[in-house]
């Protein structure tokens, strides 16, 4: 059964880092792009960051917002997000997925709109002073 499941969330003060985690079971996860996604109240949800499988070599894309903030990245089973210096606008859900499709920058907006492949149920990242 292909099962994700995103942890890490939490409440932050503003200028604070959270790590996200996506583990994966079920499937090979190499296989995969993994992409990060979020949606606040009200909102569209939003592509954040993606990595590639072992075929593009792992290669990550980030969202304009999360370049220079966020980092992707990846082991055997799990994908993960770390982010830092957090603002109020990054309190949201975040949810990962997963696809054959790859990852890049389009993509990632594409994948968004889309919500294609197979989804976790979120972790919700709350920013507050």
């Known amino acids: 059964q292909v099962q994700l499941v995103e942890s890490g969330g939490g409440l932050v003060q503003p200028g604070a880092s959270l790590k996200l985690a996506c583990t994966a079971s079920g499937f090979t996860l190499d296989d995969y792009a993994v992409g990060w996604f979020r949606q606040a109240p009200g909102k569209a949800r939003e592509g954040v960051s993606c990595?590639?499988?072992?075929?593009?070599?792992?290669g990550t894309a980030y969202a304009d917002f999360a370049k220079g903030r966020f980092t992707t990245s990846r082991d055997a089973n799990t994908v993960y997000l770390q982010m830092n210096n957090l603002t109020h606008d990054d309190t949201a859900l975040y949810y990962c997925?997963?696809?054959?499709?790859?990852?890049?920058?389009?993509?990632?907006?594409?994948?968004?709109?889309?919500?294609?492949?197979?989804w976790g149920q979120g972790t919700q990242v709350t920013v507050s002073s």
């Open positions: 990595i590639g499988s072992s075929k593009s070599a792992f």
């Open positions: 997925a997963r696809e054959r499709t790859g990852c890049g920058e389009q993509i990632l907006v594409l994948w968004a709109l889309s919500r294609l492949g197979d």
